[in-house]
């Protein structure tokens, strides 16, 4: 089961980095909407989005944590969960891409560090 655990982490890592099995727990105890609000919040403040584009970016950290959510909690074996996550977190980040300036995507690139460290801040409490 540890393994497994590693696997998804280092999968997530492409997204949300993901240091220790802790991380994965607390993706595993929450819900998309939680994720994706965290994950917007952060990208809001981060991003200096404007309020046109925190709508359009909740709408694709919703979608796209709705789209990993039966992988993360399937039963598929880790190479194949690792797989799927990676595939649509790929597209979450083309998804960005096209909705965020490129300036702004290469700060999200940049900080995805700090995403991990404020999702898992919201998260805890």
Do not use: W
């Not at 952060?42 to 970016?57: G, H, I, P, Q, Y």
């Not at 789209?67 to 074996?77: A, C, D, T």
Request: glycine share 2%; net charge negative; aromatic share 6%.
């Amino acid at each position: 089961m540890r393994t497994l655990k590693h696997t998804i982490a280092l999968c997530l890592s492409l997204s949300i980095p993901i240091a220790h099995a802790d991380d994965m727990a607390y993706l595993l105890n929450s819900t998309p909407t939680e994720r994706a609000a965290s994950q917007t919040r952060f990208m809001k403040t981060k991003l200096n989005l404007s309020e046109d584009e925190v709508a359009k970016v909740q709408e694709i950290n919703q979608e796209y944590a709705e789209k990993v959510e039966p992988v993360l909690k399937g039963s598929s074996i880790g190479f194949f969960k690792m797989r799927d996550i990676k595939a649509i977190l790929e597209q979450k980040d083309d998804t960005l891409r096209s909705a965020l300036t490129a300036e702004q995507f290469e700060i999200y690139t940049n900080a995805k560090d700090e995403l991990k460290q404020a999702l898992r801040q919201d998260l805890e409490h």
